[in-house]
């Protein structure tokens, strides 16, 4: 079969790139892809981050996509459908996940729909994070021209259904990030210049208010982990003002606690991070699945999240870490158990287990048998 993707592909970064490449690589296995992306996702006035380009010479997720579609130039929308119509696919994959891009893929998923071509969309979020009075629109205007849909939680299928109750979609996890080969924690530590005798906390990702660092921070001004050889590592760039998280931080006195490197964390560094970490914690307040949850799964770390969106569905209980309220004193007495307990060994050993549920194949494969039906 001969597949279109459309989606952010290298050179733009982050992890909708990276499962986009994961996934493309999967099907390539055994059908003809071409990949299609942008020539500018956001303006510059709209992008949060420092940039939105893989640094140089990191070429993760490097599948040769054709650069097309400019999400601010509408010539482009049809300019693209054209592109995409000259391969002749039987199917396009159309990457969503949030409703400032609704126009562009709406009106190429349309344009191709029409021409008979079966769109199925692979839905990260449909309902975003950080609400605007114009998103049920631009998201309704996306789901009307798509044939069918991959979720990738429960969550995401539930608002999927409100906006098209009679939906077709299949729901798959999402599967593993693959950033390398595991290493030693001795190895991961000495690589970031940490304290070899002290243990880490991994808070990994852009930081935004609905991924809940200030409850962390709270967390970790607990007496008893303040007692402890514990520092939390913060990894990742900051996607609002950097003062509020600053004055918590004062606030809490828990500076001396800390590793603050809030800068984008390039491809090719995140397997120190993870593998320097006794756990990664994630106390998000909303979500839908995580990325960061699937790159401990490769890393097999052990996680703490919070029962927000699908979260629950991917990290057993008590299994391979710990799922709870997000709320800081929760978020602290779990931390004090993983260290009281000595939990790690037993969790890590878990996740090993556990991860086998997450592979692109797989993935390849349920999205495969959505088209046939």
Not at 250 to 278: H, N
Not at 357 to 366: G, M, N, P, V
Request: a positive charge; aromatic letters at 14%; one cysteine or more.
């Amino acid at each position: 079969m001969r597949i279109a993707f459309l989606s952010p592909f290298y050179p733009y970064r982050g992890g909708i790139a990276h499962s986009g490449a994961a996934l493309y690589k999967a099907l390539g296995k055994r059908h003809e892809m071409k990949a299609f992306t942008f020539t500018r996702q956001y303006p510059k006035l709209l992008f949060p981050g420092k940039t939105q380009y893989e640094e140089e010479g990191d070429t993760y997720g490097d599948v040769g996509a054709m650069r097309v579609l400019d999400t601010i130039n509408p010539f482009t929308y049809y300019k693209t459908a054209n592109e995409i119509l000259k391969f002749q696919p039987q199917m396009t994959i159309i990457k969503y996940w949030m409703p400032y891009f609704a126009p562009s893929l709406g009106t190429v998923a349309g344009i191709l729909k029409k021409k008979g071509i079966y769109n199925i969309a692979v839905l990260d979020n449909v309902i975003p994070h950080e609400s605007k009075f114009y998103d049920k629109i631009l998201t309704g205007y996306f789901i009307k021209r798509n044939n069918a849909f991959m979720v990738m939680s429960r969550s995401v299928a539930a608002d999927l259904l409100t906006f098209n109750p009679h939906a077709k979609y299949s729901f798959h996890p999402h599967p593993i990030y693959d950033f390398g080969e595991k290493i030693s924690k001795e190895e991961a530590k000495a690589k970031l210049g940490l304290n070899p005798a002290d243990s880490y906390l991994l808070f990994f990702g852009f930081i935004r208010h609905y991924k809940g660092l200030d409850l962390l921070l709270e967390a970790m001004s607990d007496a008893k982990i303040k007692g402890r050889n514990v520092r939390l590592i913060v990894a990742g760039e900051y996607y609002e003002d950097a003062k509020y998280y600053e004055n918590k931080i004062k606030e809490y006195g828990i500076g001396d606690r800390l590793i603050l490197r809030t800068s984008y964390i390039p491809s090719g560094d995140i397997k120190y991070y993870f593998c320097a970490a006794d756990m990664i914690v994630q106390p998000y307040r909303s979500a839908t699945q995580s990325g960061v949850t699937q790159i401990a799964y490769h890393f097999e770390r052990p996680m703490l999240v919070t029962d927000v969106g699908g979260l629950a569905e991917t990290v057993p209980n008590g299994k391979v870490g710990y799922v709870l309220q997000p709320d800081a004193p929760a978020i602290a007495n779990a931390i004090n158990d993983f260290y009281d307990n000595s939990r790690e060994e037993a969790f890590s050993a878990n996740v090993k287990e556990e991860k086998k549920r997450f592979q692109w194949d797989s993935f390849a494969a349920a999205l495969e048998e959505l088209y046939g039906k």
